[in-house]
């Protein structure tokens, strides 16, 4: 009979536990392989993952959780308002697509109400964010969009570049 805490193991050693809906990653371990050279933080940076997409929401996690990143996966617009009240990220990657009674705009908007958070936009949709982020008063390091499908890698950098660009 296998350990009953082995479903809640990631490869490497990572724990993963669900509350109120919402996904939480544990980063302080490598999954699969370490990352390149980093200025890494002492307390990792805490990102929301909101993404319908359970295999999409558990890869860009795993990447993420490989480095050094604290990552909470919501795979809805409501399970990421309810995350919102007890857990505020860094950053929200957001898709905007969600189905349900809360889309991702819905989510930005409810975060915006609160926070001044950076969020990366995810979606297959064709958007004019310049267009967007001028009407709204929005910034690349505070809102930015991120065209599916995306490499890993271009999700890292986009991040990186978020977060290390304080906003005004």
Not at 112 to 117: D, E, L, M, Q
Not at 141 to 167: E, V
């Amino acid at each position: 009979m296998q350990d009953k805490d082995a479903a809640n193991t990631m490869p490497g050693g990572g724990d993963r536990s669900v509350v109120n809906g919402a996904t939480y990653i544990n980063t302080h371990v490598f999954v699969d392989s370490p990352p390149m050279q980093q200025e890494a933080p002492e307390t990792p940076n805490r990102i929301l993952v909101v993404e319908d997409d359970t295999s999409l929401a558990t890869l860009e996690a795993h990447f993420l959780a490989a480095h050094n990143f604290t990552v909470v996966i919501a795979n809805s617009g409501e399970i990421a308002v309810t995350t919102l009240e007890s857990f505020m990220p860094d950053l929200v990657v957001l898709d905007l697509e969600l189905p349900g009674s809360l889309s991702g705009w819905d989510v930005l908007q409810t975060l915006r109400k609160n926070a001044a958070v950076p969020v990366l936009l995810t979606t297959s949709m064709p958007l004019d964010m310049r267009k967007y982020l001028r009407s709204h008063g929005e910034t690349r390091s505070t809102l930015d969009h991120l065209a599916k499908p995306f490499a890993m890698q271009a999700l890292l950098k986009c991040i990186k570049r978020m977060l290390t660009i304080t906003p005004q």
